[in-house]
């Protein structure tokens, strides 16, 4: 059974850090690209970042410069560090891999 599991998130005032972990099981994770979106209150799910089986990365043009993805195989863990964070950035964080999703983890940016 895949699971993905999201932690990290939390209150922190504009401009602070946070970082995201998402511990997957169930799946080969070194061959899998993982990804994390978004969602903000009332909107829909959006891309953040993505990091291949490579360790190439892919960010959002609106978190670029912000956010670092990155993975530890030898741990089925994946990695969001975000920086200068913005209440904009308030949403819930979802960790994927193909059709597989975690429940998410809160993130408030307060201003």
């Known amino acids: 059974q895949v699971q993905l599991v999201e932690s990290g998130g939390g209150l922190v005032p504009a401009g602070g850090s946070l970082r995201l972990s998402c511990a997957a099981s169930?799946?080969?994770?070194?061959?899998?690209?993982m990804a994390w979106f978004r969602q903000a209150p009332g909107r829909e799910r959006v891309f953040v970042a993505r990091?291949?089986?490579?360790?190439?990365?892919h960010y959002a043009d609106d978190v670029n410069g912000r956010v670092t993805i990155s993975r530890d195989n030898a741990k089925n863990t994946v990695y969001l560090q975000m920086n200068k964070l913005e209440p904009a950035d308030t949403a819930v964080y979802y960790c994927?891999?193909?059709?597989?999703w975690g429940k998410g983890t809160q993130v408030t940016v307060s201003s």
């Open positions: 994927n891999t193909n059709t597989y």
């Open positions: 169930g799946i080969a994770f070194a061959l899998k690209p």
């Open positions: 990091i291949a089986t490579s360790f190439s990365e």
